[in-house]
């Protein structure tokens, strides 16, 4: 990994690619609430959203990733964050599919 740190085009690629990945899942989240629930709980529900995944989320796992250096090094916690990640993504697609199941009466029949 050390290998690609001092390359600045690499890094800045990774970046750029990292920040328009997150604004997509962004952006299909908040399209996913906002046809999926009525007007009057669409902020409630996108508000819910920001905090377990931009709030408590990052805090939990910054906090765990740390113990977790701590505890065995960078070899075993970068393992178990990529299980954890695929964990996850299997969870929000699993998600996702219900929720597209049963779409709200005023949704439209639009992917994002």
């Not at 001092?6 to 609430?33: G, P, Y």
């Not at 906002?34 to 931009?54: C, G, K, P, V």
């Not at 805090?59 to 916690?77: M, P, R, T, V």
């Amino acid at each position: 990994m050390e290998l690609f740190t001092s390359n600045i085009i690499l890094i800045i690629f990774a970046q750029l690619l990292h920040a328009l990945t997150f604004a997509v899942v962004h952006v299909c989240s908040m399209k996913v609430i906002s046809e999926n629930f009525d007007e009057a709980t669409i902020a409630r529900n996108q508000t819910t959203y920001t905090l377990f995944t931009m709030g408590l989320g990052a805090a939990a796992g910054s906090y765990l990733a740390g113990q977790l250096w701590n505890a065995s090094g960078n070899e075993i916690s970068s393992f178990i964050s990529v299980g954890a990640f695929s964990c996850i993504v299997i969870i929000a697609i699993m998600t996702i599919k219900g929720i597209t199941q049963h779409r709200h009466p005023r949704s439209r029949d639009k992917a994002c």
